[in-house]
């Protein structure tokens, strides 16, 4: 009979109560829930943010092109202002910027 109860008692203590159990298992769930819901809209809201950035360094990229197009052609059979604004695009979006000596140079080519 001793070992009987010795058995139950360690039963007992190792069981959470109904009330804990049932507390435990709602929050649970409720995790659960939460998590299918909220990692899809992480997934989205990060795609939106790298498909902009992409967009935007894809543009970039274009305005750099006809930029360069631009300053490639004969000078002295295109727009002074065209001329100008290849330069600013090209300034604008180049990681090393053009230095003051350069700037003045292209200036004095577009006069």
């Known amino acids: 009979m001793k070992l009987q109860n010795k058995k139950l008692r360690?039963?007992?203590?190792?069981?959470p109560?109904?009330?804990?159990y049932?507390?435990?298992?709602?929050?649970?769930?409720?995790?659960?829930?939460?998590a299918s819901i909220a990692i899809p809209l992480i997934l989205a809201v990060f795609g939106f943010l790298v498909q902009q950035q992409l967009a935007s360094h894809g543009l970039k990229k274009d305005y750099?092109?006809?930029?360069?197009?631009?300053?490639?052609?004969?000078?002295?059979?295109?727009?002074?202002e065209l001329r100008k604004w290849a330069v600013q695009v090209l300034d604008q979006n180049s990681v090393i910027p053009?230095?003051?000596?350069?700037?003045?140079?292209?200036?004095?080519?577009t006069r």
Request: aromatic share 4%.
């Open 10 to 15: 360690n039963k007992n203590i190792n069981r």
């Open 64 to 80: 750099v092109q006809i930029a360069t197009n631009i300053l490639k052609e004969n000078p002295s059979l295109q727009d002074k």
């Open 17 to 20: 109560s109904t009330k804990a």
């Open 22 to 34: 049932d507390r435990l298992a709602k929050a649970q769930s409720i995790a659960a829930i939460a």
């Open 98 to 109: 053009f230095s003051a000596n350069l700037k003045r140079v292209w200036r004095r080519a």
